[in-house]
């Protein structure tokens, strides 16, 4: 690769060690990356008020060329990107949990509106996503059936079902309306539970049937 002195520090360097600049003869910068970067930091710290001022303004008028910008390097440099990303993530993982979790704490409502309007425009991916997690995690899928079997039966209590009630009817129960009530969840409970072992009866009965046709 062809070398090149620069003017500033008079380190002779690959010239990819240089700006591209197509007013100079040989097409690079008369100062090398490292250089530029030392210098445009020291102003920064000099004029920083003037810097961030002069930034936001070029921002508020230039906004649609500042998008069609981004997205034109995007797709231009997407594997680039991807892999520069990649390799900061797994450089900075501890930092960016740290920055997510705070974020996540103080912008908890935001957060779950984002997250419940992707879902409700992404429905066949979250399913996907759900089923697989479900086969990689068959262990935390079972707790998760048990902590809501517990919840359930929690929710068979006196003064939860007397709430509910009270909310539905706007007038306090009775003691036979809460035992009705709680009779007819019951019920409904076994109902669900016969159905499933019917259809887990069902599904072996087909299966043996391809089986032995095999």
Same mark, same amino acid.
């Given at each position: 690769?062809?070398?090149?002195?620069?003017?500033?520090?008079?380190?002779?360097?690959?010239?990819?060690?240089?700006?591209?600049?197509?007013?100079?003869?040989?097409?690079?910068?008369?100062?090398?990356?490292?250089?530029?970067?030392?210098?445009?930091?020291?102003?920064?710290?000099?004029?920083?008020?003037?810097?961030?001022?002069?930034?936001?303004?070029?921002?508020?008028?230039?906004?649609?060329?500042?998008?069609?910008?981004?997205?034109?390097?995007?797709?231009?440099?997407?594997?680039?990107?991807?892999?520069?990303?990649?390799?900061?993530?797994?450089?900075?993982?501890?930092?960016?949990?740290?920055?997510?979790?705070?974020?996540?704490?103080?912008?908890?409502?935001?957060?779950?509106?984002?997250?419940?309007?992707?879902? $409700?425009?992404?429905?066949?991916?979250?399913?996907?996503?759900?089923?697989?997690?479900?086969?990689?995690?068959?262990?935390?899928?079972?707790?998760?059936?048990?902590?809501?079997?517990?919840?359930?039966?929690?929710? $068979?209590?006196?003064?939860?079902?007397?709430?509910?009630?009270?909310?539905?009817?706007?007038?306090?129960?009775?003691?036979?309306?809460?035992?009705?009530?709680?009779? $007819?969840?019951?019920?409904?409970?076994?109902?669900?539970? $016969?159905?499933?072992?019917?259809?887990?009866?069902?599904?072996?009965?087909?299966?043996?049937?391809?089986?032995?046709?095999?």
């Amino acid at each position: 690769m062809p070398e090149k002195k620069c003017f500033k520090c008079g380190v002779v360097k690959d010239v990819g060690e240089f700006n591209r600049n197509k007013s100079k003869k040989d097409g690079y910068s008369t100062e090398c990356k490292l250089c530029i970067r030392q210098y445009k930091r020291k102003y920064y710290k000099k004029h920083r008020d003037k810097v961030l001022n002069y930034q936001k303004n070029y921002r508020d008028n230039n906004i649609e060329r500042i998008k069609l910008y981004q997205k034109r390097y995007q797709t231009d440099n997407a594997d680039r990107l991807k892999e520069y990303k990649k390799e900061y993530h797994i450089k900075n993982r501890d930092k960016i949990i740290t920055r997510a979790t705070l974020w996540w704490k103080a912008n908890r409502k935001k957060k779950y509106a984002h997250v419940k309007k992707w879902q $409700l425009k992404n429905k066949e991916k979250v399913h996907k996503i759900s089923q697989a997690w479900a086969c990689r995690n068959p262990d935390k899928v079972k707790a998760k059936a048990r902590r809501k079997s517990k919840r359930d039966w929690c929710n $068979l209590k006196e003064n939860v079902l007397r709430r509910r009630l009270e909310h539905e009817n706007g007038i306090t129960p009775t003691p036979k309306q809460i035992q009705e009530r709680r009779e $007819l969840i019951l019920f409904h409970r076994e109902i669900v539970k $016969l159905n499933r072992r019917l259809q887990d009866v069902t599904d072996n009965e087909g299966n043996r049937g391809v089986e032995s046709a095999e």
